[in-house]
């Protein structure tokens, strides 16, 4: 009797699920075009943060939980401003995205900043370019924020 009841609770310990939640991030998409880079090298470049960042946090492995990240919206505001010869202008970068686990959603928005100043020159167009470095900083503050709330 007292071996029933020591193998009782190590049976229902063994049949417990208690390994721990594995990821992989199966799928990348954006609701939006950016003419300035190419649309694969955006998408494999957020995989790789993804992966990095939720590694992070959860187990990444090839047959887990399927992960989603869906772009939602990629804006740059700019503004400027002058006074005689001295200019500034600034370019602000916001993404927006969510993360979708199951049927869960977990949104989340990066902001990053580029500035120029200048004294007796033109900007070519009156515009600052779009920057790939701002574009990956505002990406990865926005998974940082999608992946904090799970």
């Given at each position: 009797?007292?071996?029933?009841?020591?193998?009782?609770?190590?049976?229902?310990?063994?049949?417990?699920?208690?390994?721990?939640?594995?990821?992989?991030?199966?799928?990348?998409?954006?609701?939006?075009?950016?003419?300035?880079?190419?649309?694969?090298?955006?998408?494999?470049?957020?995989k790789?943060?993804?992966?990095?960042?939720?590694?992070?946090?959860?187990?990444?492995?090839?047959?887990?939980?399927s992960v989603?990240?869906?772009?939602?919206s990629?804006?740059?505001?700019?503004?400027?401003?002058?006074?005689?010869?001295?200019?500034?202008e600034?370019?602000?970068?916001?993404?927006?995205?969510?993360?979708i686990?199951?049927?869960?959603?977990?949104?989340?928005?990066?902001?990053?900043?580029?500035?120029?100043?200048?004294?007796?020159?033109?900007?070519?167009?009156?515009?600052?370019?779009?920057?790939?470095?701002?574009?990956?900083?505002?990406?990865?503050?926005?998974?940082?924020?999608?992946?904090?709330?799970?």
């Amino acid at each position: 009797m007292k071996k029933l009841l020591f193998l009782l609770p190590l049976l229902f310990l063994l049949s417990a699920d208690t390994a721990p939640k594995c990821y992989k991030v199966t799928k990348i998409t954006t609701l939006v075009e950016a003419p300035e880079m190419k649309k694969e090298r955006i998408l494999f470049g957020i995989k790789q943060m993804t992966e990095e960042m939720l590694s992070e946090k959860v187990s990444i492995c090839e047959d887990g939980t399927s992960v989603e990240v869906e772009v939602m919206s990629i804006e740059a505001p700019s503004t400027s401003t002058s006074f005689g010869p001295f200019a500034k202008e600034k370019k602000e970068t916001i993404v927006k995205l969510r993360i979708i686990i199951g049927k869960d959603d977990y949104w989340g928005q990066g902001k990053a900043n580029v500035t120029v100043q200048s004294t007796f020159l033109d900007l070519n167009d009156d515009n600052l370019p779009f920057s790939k470095t701002a574009f990956s900083g505002a990406v990865k503050k926005a998974l940082q924020e999608a992946i904090n709330e799970m």
